[in-house]
């Protein structure tokens, strides 16, 4: 059975540059959530998406957006870069809609290095 | 406010000697409280779900136990291969919860052979 697939694995941007993240879950799964994780600020929620809804958003800049597909499929985009956004950027997805409890399955991430 | 506090942040262990890593939280109410491993350059790895103070749950030499106000993760006999950071979250109970986790800072275990 295949995992949560998160492409590419690493990206080196510049500052102002745009970049989008891919992110596949698992067959079934219909709920995608995003994080970013820093050294300094640990896991950090970014958004939730639920059969090509959003249904939840963390406290982040409207830089930060994200989109799922019919095939539950998911990208998430960060204009305008700013070095502070270099970070390890998770994706996790889950079989229900109540997220939480059922638990997640995270991908590998994206490292995100911007310069 | 709502908040999950890990310690210690980083532990040094020889092979063989057991210890505990603590997980405590405030919330209202608690719908679940989970375990993950994490190794460096990975995703978070899925361990242990608890609902409920009391409950117990074992997988190979871990342990994770729950109380109303704190969670541990034993480790027995721990191996070099344990090594990784140890993550908690907490899934609150709240009548307009968006069911998003509060996720610890972490636990970062070095077991040395």
């Known amino acids: 059975k295949a995992g949560v697939t998160q492409t590419p694995r690493y990206l080196i941007k510049t500052r102002g540059q745009?970049?989008?993240?891919?992110?596949?879950?698992?067959?079934?799964?219909?709920?995608?959530?995003?994080?970013q994780q820093t050294p300094g600020q640990g896991l950090q929620f970014l958004f939730e998406y639920f059969s090509e809804t959003q249904r939840n958003k963390g406290n982040f800049p409207g830089r930060?957006?994200?989109?799922?597909?019919?095939?539950?499929?998911?990208?998430?985009?960060?204009?305008?870069?700013?070095?502070?956004?270099?970070?390890?950027?998770?994706?996790?997805?889950?079989?229900?809609?109540r997220t939480a409890n059922?638990?997640?399955?995270?991908?590998?991430?994206?490292?995100?290095?911007?310069? | 406010e709502d908040q999950v506090t890990q310690s210690p942040e980083a532990l040094r262990l020889q092979e063989g000697e057991s210890s505990s890593l603590n997980c405590s939280y405030t919330v209202s109410g608690l719908r679940g409280l989970f375990w993950?491993?994490?190794?460096?350059?990975?995703?978070?790895?899925?361990?242990?779900?608890?609902?409920?103070?009391?409950?117990?749950?074992?997988?190979e030499r871990l342990k994770a136990t729950l109380t109303k106000k704190e969670s541990f993760l034993h480790i027995t006999a721990p191996k070099p291969e344990d090594s990784a950071t140890y993550l908690c979250a907490v899934n609150p109970y709240e009548a307009d919860s968006n069911y998003q986790l509060i996720w610890g800072a972490g636990t970062k275990l070095i077991i040395k052979p």
């Open chain 1, 18 to 35: 745009q970049v989008t993240l891919s992110c596949s879950p698992i067959s079934g799964h219909r709920s995608v959530s995003w994080y």
């Open chain 1, 64 to 97: 930060f957006s994200g989109r799922q597909f019919s095939n539950s499929r998911s990208e998430m985009n960060v204009s305008t870069l700013e070095l502070g956004d270099s970070a390890l950027y998770l994706c996790a997805s889950s079989l229900a809609d």
């Open chain 1, 102 to 115: 059922y638990g997640y399955t995270f991908g590998s991430g994206t490292r995100l290095t911007v310069v």
């Open chain 2, 36 to 59: 993950y491993r994490q190794d460096p350059g990975k995703g978070p790895e899925f361990l242990f779900t608890l609902y409920s103070a009391g409950e117990e749950k074992e997988k």
